[in-house]
Each structure stands twice: as structure tokens, then as C-alpha cells.
Nanobody, 117 residues
Framework: VQLQASGGGLVQAGDSLRLSCAAS????????MGWFRQAPGKEREFVAS???????TYYADSMKGRFTVSRDDARNTDLLMNDLKPDDTAVYYCAAKSAVTRNFTYWGQGTLVTVSS
């Protein structure tokens, strides 16, 4: 499974940004898609995920109400981020959870989001 993330950029605080992740390859081996981020000097953290089977979505507490994750039948996923804050500055990664191991096994290359104050 290959993942290609896009949509990052430089925005101002309060702006919105949509990230996209295109999945290709053996996508039938994937059951969930997720987003993680890593800010400078910090560990990678979970942002949001969505289940292909149920459509359920999951969010980190600090992203609830501002971020929305969605997916389509082709196992592509988007992350809509509203009311961005400087603390949201990070490299954002999309990831896919293996249907076998049930871990986020497949990772995209990351896309940089910079939020200026």
C-alpha cells in the first residue's frame, strides 16, 4: 500500500486547510485510515482516523470540533482543519491500518503545515 499526502502549506492563524491522502496498491488490506502529526522537537501524535467498514471517526481531544476526517470508497482520506492555531504547525502524516495486524503499518511521506500568528 502506498500513501501520498498533499495539501500542506503556510497559512495564518484562524485559516482553514484541507489535507488529502491518496491510497494505491493493495488497498483491500487496509481497514482504517488515519492522520498523525509531528511538531518540531515533539513526538508524533495521533490526530484523527476513520474506519472504512463502519464510517466511524475518531479524534484526539485537542482536535475535536476543529478537524474533520473523511474518506471515500477508494480509500482516499481528507483532513479538513479549521481555525488553525500556531500550535498546529507540524508535519502531517497519513497512515493506513493493516486489516491483519490492526496497527498503522503503512505511512505516507508527510506534508508540512505551518501556521503563522
Amino acid at each position: 500500500v502506498q500513501l501520498q499526502a498533499s495539501g500542506g502549506g503556510l497559512v495564518q492563524a484562524g485559516d482553514s486547510l484541507r489535507l488529502s491522502c491518496a491510497a494505491s496498491g493493495r488497498t483491500s488490506a487496509v481497514n482504517d485510515m488515519g492522520w498523525f502529526r509531528q511538531a518540531p522537537g515533539k513526538e508524533r501524535e495521533f490526530v484523527a482516523s476513520t474506519s472504512w467498514n463502519t464510517g466511524r471517526t475518531y479524534y484526539a481531544d485537542s482536535m475535536k470540533g476543529r478537524f474533520t476526517v473523511s474518506r471515500d470508497d477508494a480509500r482516499n482520506t481528507d483532513l479538513l482543519m479549521n481555525d488553525l492555531k500556531p500550535d498546529d504547525t507540524a508535519v502531517y502524516y497519513c497512515a493506513a491500518k493493516s486489516a491483519v495486524t490492526r496497527n498503522f503499518t503503512y505511512w505516507g511521506q508527510g506534508t508540512l503545515v505551518t501556521v503563522s500568528s
